[in-house]
């Protein structure tokens, strides 16, 4: 859910939005919308400008439409390493000399392929290790180190970072208002002309994150494996960071051909958000990224939820504490009943005055902690919400499953009160509010509304459709979606 899961980290307080209720919050979007502009160049790249000058600072969002989703199978994780290979530099950043540094990164590429086709040979592969090795280090003699985050920092850029998921990969920082243009050079420079150089370092980067956030993680592990029961088949069911195997057996040129075939103009929506001339911004883009050639597009995936008519179950036994955790089958965002869902994930999980925290945690102390993911593990198309919890000490995951079935029940059957859902629909309206006040928050939000739904505007839209859901609803959503049919259940148990 995008609402509810916006971005708010150093958002300014908004005296303007102080008072605000369902009745009197329409003049306020109203504004917001008049200070957002949009334009697309002819190569099909989409810019959102939104023009506020309450400081002199802009934040930046460059937002790929393309996520681990699209890899092909035996290829994940391509996504996710070149997000980490795209801040490595282009021939003129990163580097003291590519004309020299160029076949020294090309025949790293000849070796790793000639030690694979050696594997049975040690004597061989030992030689060629060793050359490996070598070039390895006379091609890193060549490398400025961190240059595009230096040039960053060096001009005022706060917040540079990068993250990869299902459905997009993002890349965003900000700057000081009078560095627009060196914004425009840098990103345009780094997906016109990439060089993913130290592609081998980077590699052993990427296992060691793999196995910190899931070999060795019993949760990280469970979640891997409950999304293949869960979504079979699926692109979703897939890990964003890719198997161990997979990560080892790409090669620098399958990142390139994943590039060329999916960093396409039209997969990318840029937001520029904060003390900006709309026309000043339009006119740069088009000398900076009207350079980039338009490149046939790659097709539309097709991600339908697998048919499931029976629950599915999944259990594991490692180190850990206990979980339990549920997942429910539940259709893209775009369907008409996503408020509902956003709605329910509320009623459910959405503080510390939510049914199953008062349940669950306050009052039966089953669990340390329960959480509700609308739209797991993406929602661009049909996906799971998934209910998680840690179960407290003492506790089984038996306890916790009975626990929960209750309160589905009871969505399912009892009538959400008014004051209840006005609480959640409260939540809602804050969270947008206090994503308004932050440049940051509006420039991750409204181009992933642009990509997932088809406009920016949707962002607003969104909120009335929430202040449209009623009781009757809920309970005819809830009904709906927690049916055995929809389930998979995952319990990772304490060994021994």
């Known amino acids: 859910m995008l609402l509810l899961l916006a971005v708010t980290v150093g958002a300014p307080s908004a005296s303007w939005a102080e008072g605000v209720t369902a009745s009197?919050?329409?003049?306020?979007?109203?504004?917001?919308?008049?200070?957002?502009t949009e334009f697309t160049l002819g190569n099909g790249m989409k810019f959102i400008v939104m023009e506020r000058h309450q400081a002199p600072i802009v934040s930046f969002m460059t937002y790929v439409n393309i996520g681990s989703a699209y890899e092909k199978p035996g290829k994940t994780g391509a996504a996710h390493f070149l997000e980490h290979l795209a801040f490595k530099g282009t021939p003129q950043i990163g580097t003291s000399?590519?004309?020299?540094?160029?076949?020294?990164?090309?025949?790293?590429?000849?070796?790793?392929?000639?030690?694979?086709?050696?594997?049975?040979?040690?004597?061989?592969v030992a030689r060629l290790q060793q050359e490996f090795d070598q070039t390895q280090v006379k091609a890193a003699s060549y490398v400025k180190q961190n240059e595009y985050g230096r040039i960053v920092d060096q001009a005022g850029g706060v917040g540079l970072?990068?993250?990869?998921?299902?459905?997009a990969t993002r890349y965003f920082y900000s700057f000081p208002a009078n560095k627009l243009e060196l914004w425009m050079s840098l990103e345009s420079e780094r997906f016109l002309e990439p060089v993913f150089r130290e592609f081998y370092e980077e590699k052993s980067v990427i296992l060691e994150e793999r196995r910190m956030r899931t070999d060795n993680s019993p949760i990280g592990k469970m979640i891997e494996q409950f999304l293949e029961v869960a979504l079979p088949g699926n692109p979703y069911g897939r890990p964003v960071i890719g198997s161990e195997a997979d990560i080892r057996n790409l090669s620098r040129q399958d990142i390139q051909e994943f590039y060329q075939t999916y960093y396409t103009p039209d997969h990318i929506v840029m937001a520029i958000v904060g003390d900006v001339d709309p026309v000043k911004v339009k006119q740069m883009a088009q000398a900076y990224f009207g350079r980039f050639r338009v490149r046939s597009s790659a097709p539309e995936l097709q991600a339908s939820a697998p048919a499931q008519?029976?629950?599915?179950?999944i259990t594991l036994q490692l180190p850990t504490q206990p979980w339990y955790l549920e997942g429910y089958q539940r259709?893209?965002?775009?369907?008409?009943?996503?408020?509902?869902?956003?709605?329910?994930?509320?009623?459910?999980?959405?503080?510390?005055?939510?049914?199953?925290?008062?349940?669950?945690?306050e009052q039966k102390q089953l669990v340390l902690n329960m959480q509700v993911a609308n739209g797991f593990p993406g929602d661009r198309y049909p996906g799971l919400m998934l209910l998680y919890a840690l179960t407290a000490p003492g506790h089984t995951v038996d306890e916790v499953a009975t626990a929960l079935d209750t309160e589905l029940a009871r969505l399912k059957t009892e009538p959400v009160s008014a004051t209840e859902l006005d609480r959640v629909k409260t939540q809602a309206r804050a969270g947008l509010l206090s994503t308004l006040a932050s440049n940051e928050g509006m420039s991750s939000l409204l181009p992933e509304y642009e990509a997932k739904t088809g406009s920016w505007r949707n962002l607003f839209q969104d909120l009335q459709a929430i202040e449209a859901v009623t009781a009757a609803d809920v309970q005819r959503v809830a009904q709906d979606l927690f049916q055995p049919k929809n389930l998979t259940v995952g319990k990772l148990l304490s060994q021994g």
């Open 24 to 36: 009197n919050i329409k003049p306020y979007i109203d504004q917001v919308e008049r200070q957002i």
């Open 161 to 167: 970072n990068a993250t990869t998921s299902t459905d």
């Open 309 to 313: 008519t029976e629950p599915q179950a």
């Open 331 to 361: 259709p893209a965002i775009t369907h008409p009943d996503n408020a509902v869902y956003q709605m329910i994930s509320s009623i459910l999980s959405g503080g510390r005055t939510s049914r199953l925290y008062q349940s669950l945690v």
């Open 97 to 124: 000399d590519y004309q020299a540094e160029k076949p020294l990164l090309d025949r790293l590429d000849q070796l790793s392929e000639q030690i694979q086709l050696a594997a049975k040979q040690p004597d061989e």
